[in-house]
C-alpha cells in the first residue's frame, strides 16, 4: 500500500510572481519516510529544483541520479525513480499554485511538502479538512513523533 504525497518549491515565474511548483510522489509519503528523506537530503534550492524537473515521481531517494544501472523495474537503491526519466511515461508538467495558502488548502495528496523562499520545509496534513488545514515546519513535527 501506498502514502501518497506531493513535494512543492516555492519560486518565481517568468514574470517574477510567487508560484508553487509541486510533483506527485507515490510511496512512502509519511513524515518518517519522504518527510525525513527531505530535510536530510534536499536542503538546497537547487537540489529541490532538480527534484521538481524531475516530475512526477514514484519513489524518492537520498540522490537524483543513479551511480550504475538504474530503471524503474530496478531502481538502484536510494535513487529516485521517475516516472518519466525511468519508465518513458509522457512527462507531467509540475503543478502550479499561485500561494503557499493555494498549496496548503489544495489536494496534497495525504501529505504536502513544501520548500520555502527561506529554505525551510513545511509540511501539510492531507487527512485534514482543507478549509482549516495548514502547515507546519517540518523539522518541528519530525522532532515530535
Same mark, same amino acid.
Given at each position: 500500500?501506498?502514502?501518497? $504525497?506531493? /513535494?512543492?518549491?516555492? =519560486? $518565481?515565474?517568468?514574470?517574477?510572481?510567487?508560484? /508553487?511548483?509541486?510533483?506527485?510522489?507515490?510511496? &512512502?509519503?509519511?513524515?518518517?519516510?519522504? *518527510? =525525513?528523506?527531505?530535510?536530510?537530503?534536499?536542503?538546497?534550492?537547487?537540489?529541490? =529544483?532538480?527534484?521538481?524537473?524531475? *516530475? &512526477?515521481?514514484?519513489?524518492?531517494?537520498?540522490?537524483?541520479? $543513479?551511480?550504475?544501472?538504474?530503471?524503474?523495474?530496478?531502481?538502484?537503491? *536510494?535513487? =529516485?525513480? @521517475? +516516472?518519466?526519466?525511468?519508465?518513458?511515461?509522457?512527462?507531467?508538467?509540475?503543478?502550479?499554485?499561485?500561494?503557499?495558502?493555494?498549496?496548503?488548502? $489544495?489536494?496534497?495528496?495525504?501529505?504536502?511538502?513544501?520548500?520555502?523562499?527561506?529554505?525551510?520545509?513545511? /509540511? @501539510? &496534513?492531507?487527512?485534514?479538512? @482543507?478549509?482549516?488545514?495548514?502547515?507546519?515546519?517540518?523539522? +518541528?513535527?519530525?522532532?515530535?513523533?
Amino acid at each position: 500500500m501506498s502514502t501518497r $504525497s506531493r /513535494i512543492a518549491i516555492e =519560486t $518565481s515565474d517568468t514574470d517574477g510572481n510567487q508560484v /508553487i511548483k509541486s510533483i506527485y510522489c507515490h510511496f &512512502d509519503g509519511y513524515p518518517e519516510g519522504v *518527510g =525525513t528523506t527531505l530535510l536530510n537530503h534536499y536542503t538546497s534550492k537547487e537540489k529541490v =529544483t532538480a527534484l521538481i524537473k524531475l *516530475g &512526477d515521481i514514484s519513489i524518492l531517494g537520498i540522490r537524483l541520479t $543513479s551511480n550504475g544501472p538504474h530503471s524503474f523495474d530496478t531502481p538502484e537503491k *536510494g535513487t =529516485t525513480v @521517475a +516516472y518519466h526519466r525511468d519508465r518513458g511515461e509522457d512527462f507531467c508538467e509540475p503543478r502550479v499554485d499561485h500561494s503557499i495558502p493555494e498549496f496548503i488548502k $489544495s489536494d496534497v495528496e495525504e501529505y504536502g511538502y513544501l520548500f520555502t523562499e527561506e529554505g525551510e520545509w513545511l /509540511i @501539510a &496534513d492531507g487527512h485534514v479538512n @482543507a478549509s482549516s488545514r495548514g502547515a507546519e515546519p517540518l523539522a +518541528y513535527i519530525l522532532m515530535n513523533l
